[in-house]
């Protein structure tokens, strides 16, 4: 199979690239990625070195981009698209939502409408559990069915993009299948997100900035989970169609920091409540019943043994995190982040 993976540098489309090349044998693929602060070549090193101009191919590229997603995709044709780029940070969303309107709605408007006239034969749309919105703490986790209400102007771009996605297979027939996906973690994160941040800080002893009273609750997958999840989606869904993913792990961010702090053997007195997020979502939880009984999903990781993992990933490969921290995450510490503090 040939297939174009955008947002292939960032945290989920570099490990569903290492997925790909790890159990398909047969895939080439075509990586298109703009790297923005959140892009890291580096994720994928390895597969450049084994398989870089025969079955692996890297092209800098805006999906907003009309001539440079008709270029790539002349240049390479694919079977099928799985579109992971985006702007992902509910933070940074709140700060400033347009380039959140440009990558994630206008540019899935533009891959849709380049996939169309190239013939591309399957679109994976990945989306995410926020656009829900939120849940109480008694409400039933949402379904496929619970309606579309996001809370922030991330969330509400991601909605939009899938209202395309499906006005692209009501209208036109094209073949496009969505994905709806809880709080990932794992190797190759950026350390602006919940558990990659508060690695870095606890390694450093630095405080841990827990917002409002650290009650949020999300249901946490490991991304190898989330990948499977994509990937059975593109072989065997139904086009029209979007699917839950869930992890079966909900946690309090307490609970989170907590076990993170136990895990690297340092004290709760590093915790610091701070200023809640404006609009914090409270509660996330997915139903993933259809993609069980559809698709065969079920995850595979518990989260503690997943997080133990990922911190020993973490732990394993500091050259990765210095990387990362001599661009642009000092920058993001540097910057806006310290006024949350
Ligand atoms: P990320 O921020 O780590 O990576 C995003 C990638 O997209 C980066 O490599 C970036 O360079 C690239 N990109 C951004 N704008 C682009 C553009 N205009 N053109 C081409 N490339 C562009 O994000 P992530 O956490 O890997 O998330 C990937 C997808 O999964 C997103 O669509 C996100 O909404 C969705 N998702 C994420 C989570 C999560 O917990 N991280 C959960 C559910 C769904
Ligand atoms: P985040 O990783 O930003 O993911 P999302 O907002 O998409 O769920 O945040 C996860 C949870 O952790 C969320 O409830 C906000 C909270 N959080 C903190 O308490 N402190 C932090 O420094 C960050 C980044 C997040």
């Known amino acids: 199979m040939r297939l174009l993976v955008t947002g292939g540098c960032g945290f989920i489309g570099s490990n569903y690239i290492h997925y790909l090349f790890r159990n398909h044998e047969d895939v080439t693929v075509i990586n298109l990625d703009k790297l923005t602060y959140a892009g890291n070549p580096l994720n994928l090193e390895s597969i450049e070195k084994a398989h870089g101009g025969t079955r692996y191919f890297f092209e800098k590229a805006d999906i907003a981009d009309p001539e440079a997603v008709r270029r790539i995709l002349e240049a390479h044709p694919v079977d099928a698209i799985v579109n992971f780029a985006a702007e992902t940070h509910v933070d940074r969303s709140i700060n400033d939502p347009a380039p959140f309107v440009t990558t994630n709605v206008l540019g899935t408007q533009n891959l849709l409408t380049m996939a169309r006239s190239a013939g591309v034969e399957r679109f994976v749309h990945v989306s995410t559990d926020e656009v829900y919105g939120d849940l109480g703490p008694d409400d039933p986790r949402f379904t496929e069915a619970t309606p579309l209400k996001p809370s922030s102007p991330y969330s509400a771009s991601k909605a939009a993009a899938d209202m395309l996605a499906y006005a692209y297979y009501r209208t036109y027939g094209f073949p496009v299948c969505i994905t709806r996906c809880s709080n990932n973690y794992g190797p190759y994160q950026f350390p602006e997100k919940l558990i990659p941040l508060m690695f870095r800080l606890a390694s450093t002893d630095a405080p841990l900035p827990v917002y409002g009273d650290g009650m949020n609750v999300r249901d946490w997958i490991h991304v190898d989970d989330h990948c499977h999840g994509v990937h059975l989606t593109l072989l065997k869904g139904t086009p029209g169609k979007a699917y839950n993913f ?9 609970d989170v920091v907590r076990t993170m702090l136990s895990l ?4 709760e007195s590093l915790i610091t409540y701070v200023k809640d997020r404006p609009g914090h979502d409270r509660r996330y939880a997915m139903d993933y019943a259809m993609a069980r009984r559809e698709l065969g999903y079920e995850p595979r990781y518990t989260f503690e043994q997943g ?8 732990q394993a490969n500091g050259a990765w995190m210095e990387s990362v921290e001599s661009g642009a995450y000092r920058e993001f510490m540097n910057t806006w982040y310290g006024d949350r503090r």
């Open 246 to 254: 869930g992890g079966n792990a909900e946690r309090t961010n307490m």
């Open 307 to 314: 997080l133990a993992d990922t911190v020993a990933w973490y």
């Open 264 to 267: 690297l053997g340092k004290p």
